[in-house]
């Protein structure tokens, strides 16, 4: 039996709920923060799971492992959400410290994975790979994050640095752990999936 993906509003349209949920819970000191991933409710096949990050020295309040529409099938992305209006900033920083040409590493159980960064308006956006032109998470990285303990994001964002400035950690297996990155990567369409090439970050 085929299972039909709801409208990418409707998915936008949750997601976007549960974020506000989160925020305005905090906000008011109603609820305690996310403690590992938690799936999309009251559906077959969930299209997001969202975490916290378990520490951090940067802007970022939310994490988004998100089903997509691509160009012609479905696609994950990761997506981080930011704590204010942005840029992307390590804590104690300003503005105009930031190199022009940012960069990133994931690190799961102490393996490193090349990444990119790509920017949007309210979330930022990591890459291991490209699907039709679209950023994504290639099943390689997909099946670390469903078998890891822990993931690092290292990120290379402070002009004149010649090291990791800043730093996101995610608890892989808290909550609905790896079925939740399964639960996510089942709502795609496996491909292969091109392994994006990773210039090292400039000013």
């Known amino acids: 039996m085929t299972t039909m993906l709801r409208p990418r ?12 949920f989160v925020l305005a819970s905090r906000a008011l000191a109603e609820a305690p923060r996310i403690d590992g991933w938690m799936l999309e409710p009251g559906v077959d096949v969930p299209s997001y ?16 492992l998100m089903c997509e529409e691509g160009a012609s099938s479905r696609i994950v992305q990761l997506k981080l959400y930011l704590s204010d209006a942005g840029p992307l900033l390590p804590k104690g920083f300003d503005e105009s410290a930031l ?6 590493e994931v690190v799961i159980d102490e393996r490193i994975y090349p990444a990119r960064l790509y920017f ?5 956006l990591v890459a291991d790979a490209e699907r039709e032109r679209f950023p994504v998470v290639s099943e390689f990285l997909l099946d670390a994050m469903a078998k890891g303990r822990s993931m690092i994001l290292r990120f290379d964002l402070i002009a004149g ?9 995610v608890n892989l297996q808290a909550g609905k752990g790896g079925r939740a990155v399964n639960a996510v990567r089942r709502c795609a369409a496996p491909t292969d999936d091109r392994l994006v090439a ?6």
């Not at 509003?9 to 506000?20: E, F, R, S, Y």
């Not at 190199?99 to 990133?104: A, C, E, W, Y």
Request: glycine share 6%.
């Open 120 to 124: 949007s308006d309210d979330y930022v």
């Open 49 to 64: 799971a969202v975490t916290e990050p378990a520490s951090t020295n940067l802007n970022i309040d939310t994490v988004l």
């Open 161 to 169: 640095r010649q090291a990791f400035d800043s730093e996101l950690v």
């Open 198 to 203: 990773i210039a090292p970050a400039g000013d």
């Open 99 to 104: 190199k022009h040409h940012p960069g990133i």
């Open 9 to 20: 509003w409707m998915i936008l349209l949750g997601a976007v709920a549960i974020l506000l």
